[in-house]
């Protein structure tokens, strides 16, 4: 089963800020708690009659497995021969930037160099369409990404534009990086939403003033070109921006795969340790995708430090384990 990160976090019931303990409130009850959906799912799969399921949860990121998108997602596999699995470590990273530490190809656990992550040109560089379908943005919304240059957002028109186009968001301390954003053929593509053409989560073509097409959707997501979609356009859109990646989908089949083989070999006899507690898996998936902007300039794969951090970066963390008791 595949789903969004956010229910890896997700509480069954939710606690309004003042009233929380950082407030002055109470402690969270277990049901407030972060994760506690997911610790009932676990738990109801565990309980079931004559068919407990072991489960493993994986909180993964297509772009380290080279799909052209960064793509966090959670991975639920389960069984009933209380067999663990694991995701393998990511095979994509960074790319080099000669010689500069902060743009050097990521390693795995075992120190292997990464290949680079694939960027928006490797899915659509090659793509030629003579009338390509595209819920496309509004006349005032072209407007402003008209003035965008490649790879930026609403940080490159002028401070009065900004306010105008933006209101009250134009206020807000974080949640702003897709406003009037322009792609960049140099990095990988951000998540594909169910609509390209919002303002706030805008997927502008690098070179064009347009949003992405729903062949390029495809592309990103890597469907093959000879696949159809089906119903209105924002149906269509809707269907691939909410499919599991194809790579993911890969990942997860040979996963399957491989247990079952295993599995095979041991005439499907289930293994006899304690089942223990519901696992989830964070392997390395938050891939942080802001750029850092001076003066109208847009800087990509530069110093972290130099620039206040705001690059694309993997997390320290590659591999961590928790346990839903």
């Not at 800020?17 to 738990?43: N, T, W, Y």
């Not at 902007?293 to 620039?307: A, S």
Request: proline share 6%.
């Amino acid at each position: 089963m595949e789903n969004v990160r956010g229910l890896l976090s997700a509480a069954l019931h939710h606690r309004p800020i003042a009233d929380r303990p950082d407030k002055g409130g109470m402690p969270l009850d277990r049901d407030e708690e972060p994760g506690s959906v997911a610790r009932l799912f676990a738990d109801d799969l565990r309980r079931v009659p004559d068919a407990r399921y072991h489960m493993d949860c994986f909180e993964v990121n297509a772009v380290n497995y080279g799909a052209p998108q960064i793509r966090e997602r959670a991975i639920f596999i389960g069984n009933r021969y209380n067999a663990r699995v694991d995701f393998p470590d990511p095979t994509h990273g960074m790319k080099e930037n000669d010689g500069d530490t902060a743009g050097r190809l990521f390693e795995c656990a075992e120190d292997v160099p990464l290949k680079p992550w694939a960027t928006l040109r490797d899915a659509i560089g090659d793509l030629r369409e003579d009338h390509p379908l595209v819920l496309d943005f509004s006349p005032r919304k072209k407007k402003y990404l008209s003035m965008i240059p490649q790879g930026s957002n609403w940080r490159s028109l002028p401070i009065g534009m900004q306010q105008e186009s933006m209101g009250r968001a134009w206020y807000a301390k974080g949640g702003r990086s897709g406003w009037w954003r322009r792609l960049t053929f140099d990095l990988p593509c951000p998540t594909l939403v169910t609509m390209p053409n919002h303002a706030s989560t805008s997927l502008c073509h690098p070179v064009e003033t347009r949003a992405l097409s729903i062949r390029e959707y495809a592309r990103i997501q890597e469907f093959s070109d000879n696949w159809i979609f089906a119903g209105t356009l924002a149906e269509q859109y809707a269907q691939v921006g909410n499919a599991v990646p194809i790579r993911l989908g890969q990942m997860a089949g040979h996963i399957i795969a491989d247990a079952l083989d295993s599995l095979k070999q041991r005439r499907w006899l289930a293994y006899e340790h304690e089942p223990g507690a519901f696992r989830t898996v964070y392997v390395q998936s938050h891939v942080r995708t802001r750029q850092w902007f001076k003066k109208g300039e847009i800087f990509v794969w530069e110093d972290g430090e130099e620039n206040d951090g705001a690059m694309y970066v993997a997390p320290k963390t590659k591999r961590r384990v928790n346990m839903l008791q």
